[in-house]
């Protein structure tokens, strides 16, 4: 247990003592310095100790206080310098919004610029709820941690995000404060336990059809008086997404010169090239119809960089805000798109997935390879070479299926209106097929039928007497000629 005892050490120029705290652990000892001092009458004159009766008590005081801090915890194993911090610190306050901001700083120090911009978001947004920038660690109660969280209850993403930012910061203040081995805790509450973090809302999808990527591609560019148009850079700058695969903007931004080879683009995806072991490693090859898209941002100045973007835009941010702005020039100018549904840079990655798995047949594997998404075989991905071609074979289909046909997507055949496959023929073929439990009691294949009644009343004639009454029959009506189908339900009378 440590000792302490109330000394003075050397007389300043002004005759006067500083008071301090010796204190001895392990025969060890540390001087702290006290706010008192006294002059020669306050001092024993033949062993200089304290005789001033209220620089005493007030040592004194000062001197339980410890002790009883003391006593609650285990010191044999502390150094005495261990001691004195718990006594100084270990029951101050630290603050969370200071601490917040190193913890920003470290994040952009390690290249994590990007997430880091979401960190600050939250805490400041926590701050606003709690009216000031010097929000405590004590003032994080499961009380206020919870009402803040109801505050951001109308967001759709930040009601989850901004709270799994703030608890990931508080966790590793806990791990930079608190020392659970000796016992000297600095933060000595933990609302999160207590608190349940919302999830955010499911985004609508944003991919679009394969016609209307063709009439944002071959929509003519609004009128402007720049030099450069925005609209003529989001319209390029989505090209490069749709036909590279879905790159990020992000990745498009930072390219290197060394990053392009014969043709090929080699890069490390920044979204998780932190997080994966493979740095998120990925290779397209550009396809022929992007060399002038290509050629025409090249920076062909001893810059490091592939293209001229960092030329006209100052920051990733500043160049991912400007495509979107120029894609939504064409969108509401051009297209007619009302605000709020225009298109983005992300709109084009989704439709690169989407056709590649809706009309181009991939798996939803080879979609996540070609997106450069994380694998569940990460081990593999460490050990072995990979082949990129396959992603290069899907991506051509993608560009063929978008801008070397006229065909329709799939999810405008699915939203066909009902009425329009009513209107065949008598000189198609339609045949249609009756099911039972899965099973098939009749199929009739013909011309001569001149709406989807005249097909049910056909086969519901051919029913046999052995399906019980108030069944439900299954019935599947295909035209062969337009290669459609639909399918009905009928009870049995």
């Known amino acids: 247990m440590a000792t302490f ?27 702290m310095k006290t706010n008192k001092m006294v002059d020669n009458k306050g001092l024993v004159k033949s062993t200089n100790e304290i005789k001033d009766p209220y620089v005493r008590k007030a040592c004194d005081m000062l001197i339980t206080n410890y002790i009883e801090r003391l006593n609650k915890v285990d010191t044999k194993t502390w150094t005495v310098q261990e001691v004195v911090q718990f006594l100084k610190e270990g029951t101050s306050d630290v603050c ?65 995000q901004y709270p799994v930012c703030v608890r990931q910061i508080f966790k590793q203040a806990l791990l930079d404060y608190n020392d659970y081995d000796t016992g000297l805790l600095r933060i000595t509450t933990n609302p999160w336990p207590k608190v349940k973090i919302p999830k955010c809302d499911t985004p609508r999808q944003r991919a679009i059809t394969m016609e209307e990527c063709r009439a944002f591609f071959t929509a003519p560019l609004p009128e402007s008086d720049r030099k450069f148009p925005l609209s003529e850079l989001g319209r390029d700058v989505a090209m490069m997404i749709l036909c590279l695969a ?37 290779e397209i090859r550009v396809p022929n119809i992007l060399n002038d898209i290509i050629e025409k941002y090249l920076d062909k100045t001893d810059s490091p960089y592939l293209l001229n973007f960092h030329k ?29 549904k225009s298109y983005s840079a992300y709109t084009f990655r989704h439709t690169w997935a989407t056709v590649a798995q809706n009309e181009c047949g991939a798996s939803l594997a080879e979609v996540d390879f070609g997106l450069n998404h994380a694998h569940k075989t990460k081990m593999a991905r460490i050990y072995v070479k990979i082949d990129f071609t396959p992603a290069w074979v899907l991506n051509e289909k993608v560009i063929e299926k978008i801008f070397f046909t006229d065909d329709k997507s799939s999810a405008n055949q699915n939203d066909e209106p009902e009425s329009e496959f009513f209107r065949f023929s ?67 009378r």
């Open 5 to 31: 005892k109330i000394v003075v050490q050397k007389q300043r120029t002004d005759g006067y003592w500083p008071v301090y705290i010796r204190v001895v652990h392990n025969r060890k000892p540390f001087f």
């Open 96 to 160: 969370f919004s200071d601490y917040a901001r190193q913890y920003q700083a470290r994040m952009i120090a390690d290249g994590h610029a990007r997430n880091a911009r979401t960190y600050e978001l939250a805490y400041q947004h926590m701050e606003r709820y709690a009216g000031t920038t010097k929000v405590m660690f004590s003032h994080l109660t499961s009380g206020f941690i919870n009402g803040w969280i109801k505050s951001l209850s109308s967001t759709a993403r930040a009601k989850e």
């Open 246 to 282: 879905g790159i990020n903007t992000v990745d498009l931004f930072y390219l290197e010169k060394k990053n392009y080879n014969n043709g090929i683009i080699s890069y490390e995806r920044r979204k998780t090239r932190t997080a994966r072991t493979d740095k998120a490693y990925f």
């Open 312 to 340: 006209r835009l100052s920051s990733y941010d500043s160049f991912n805000a400007n495509v979107n702005v120029g894609i939504r020039q064409i969108c509401e100018k051009v297209l007619g798109i009302e605000h709020g």
């Open 426 to 492: 008598a000189k198609q073929l339609v045949k249609g097929t009756l099911y039972f439990k899965g099973r098939i009691l009749n199929t009739i294949e013909d011309v001569g039928f001149n709406n989807i009644e005249e097909v049910i009343n056909a086969l519901m004639k051919k029913l046999p007497d052995t399906i019980p009454p108030r069944s439900m029959v299954q019935i599947r009506i295909e035209n062969i000629d337009k290669q459609q189908k639909k399918d009905y339900i009928r009870m049995v």
